[in-house]
């Protein structure tokens, strides 16, 4: 079947709100015989005469009467859809984002983040949700709004990303710990109990440590694995093994503790806030990106504002 000219609805909704062909045509700029056209092409795809002559006037036939209604909403909606969009009032926004973190991230930024929330649009709240994979799925499906991370082979080709900010992995023990005194050497670091943390189960991460010290002829004994940063800090808190944790990401986590450069060289990773482009021009998304970066940054972040 030959697609609907969807113009017509305009036409249909003037016509049933003015019950003349002659006013119609007035209110749409058209001549009458331009207007008489379109109420006839109107007939032929409706299947019903929706106005009759009656007397000198014309009057709408319960078709047309039934149509009123749902054609007026359907114009309404197509307009609101194609109006351009109204500046964004935040004292007034009532909205829900649901952002998807990794260990470390709510409690290292959250308080700042919901502070500025509070004070800009107390209207919004943010569900923060456990990141437990490095899979795209959430943020396709709109299960989620926005996600921090590293940007990896997992992750999907047509996401948007904005750096946030970069990091390195540090040594973390108690106070008191071996290694809370004197140099610290690949040598006594790889002598220690590690603490492993995998999302995966046990799987050696992809941070390095473990190639660079089988680089220069050292393997540290792993003892345990927990999923998050947050377990293996709370464990090495109260034992004598050896939490490796972004320095960043677990600056409220290691309160208390003692924090060391691991003794070797390891690259930086670079979090960053990831987002599906179907909301990439919603304005209450662009501002909520903002409020994230500016907090991440005013955070001590060796990372530009701009967003790419």
């Known amino acids: ?10 036409t249909l909704d003037v016509l049933l709100a003015e019950g003349s062909v002659a006013r119609a045509a007035k209110r749409l700029r058209l001549s009458p015989s331009a207007m008489s056209r379109a109420l ?19 009057v709408a036939t319960p078709r047309a009467l039934d149509l009123r209604e749902t054609v007026g909403r359907l114009v309404e909606e197509a307009e609101a859809v194609l109006r351009p ?6 004292k007034r926004l009532v909205r829900t984002f649901t952002l998807r973190t990794s260990d470390g991230f709510v409690e290292n930024f959250g308080p700042c983040l919901l502070a500025r929330l509070g004070a800009e649009a107390p209207g919004v709240r943010l569900a923060f949700v456990q990141k437990s994979d490095k899979g795209s799925g959430p943020l396709r499906d709109g299960s989620v709004d926005l996600e921090t991370g590293v940007v990896g082979e997992a992750t999907g080709p047509e996401l948007r990303t904005q750096a946030l900010f970069r990091d390195r992995f540090i040594g973390v023990v108690r106070n008191g710990h071996a290694l809370s005194g004197g140099e610290v050497t690949p040598a006594r670091y790889a002598a220690g109990r590690h603490i492993l943390v995998s999302r995966r189960g046990p799987e050696k991460v992809a941070v390095g440590i473990d190639d660079t010290l089988g680089s220069i002829g050292l393997e540290r004994e792993i003892v345990t694995i927990v999923g998050g940063f947050s377990s293996a800090l709370a464990l090495a808190r109260s034992s004598d093994l050896i939490a490796s944790v972004p320095e960043r ?4 986590l290691r ?5 060391f450069p691991l003794p070797f060289s390891l690259p930086q990773i670079t ?6 482009p179907r909301l990439d021009a919603d304005p209450a998304h662009r501002w909520l990106r903002g409020c994230i970066r ?6 001590g972040s060796d990372m530009p504002a701009s967003a790419s």
């Open 85 to 90: 969009q109204e500046k964004l009032d935040l």
């Open 271 to 276: 979090v960053s806030l990831l987002w599906h």
């Open 255 to 259: 309160q208390g503790m003692h924090s």
């Open 294 to 299: 500016e907090v991440c940054i005013a955070q």
């Open 249 to 252: 990401h677990t600056s409220a």
């Open 40 to 58: 006839q092409r109107l007939r032929e795809t409706t299947g019903d005469p929706l106005l009759v002559r009656t007397g000198r006037g014309l």
């Open 1 to 10: 079947m030959p697609k609907p000219n969807l113009n017509l609805l305009v």
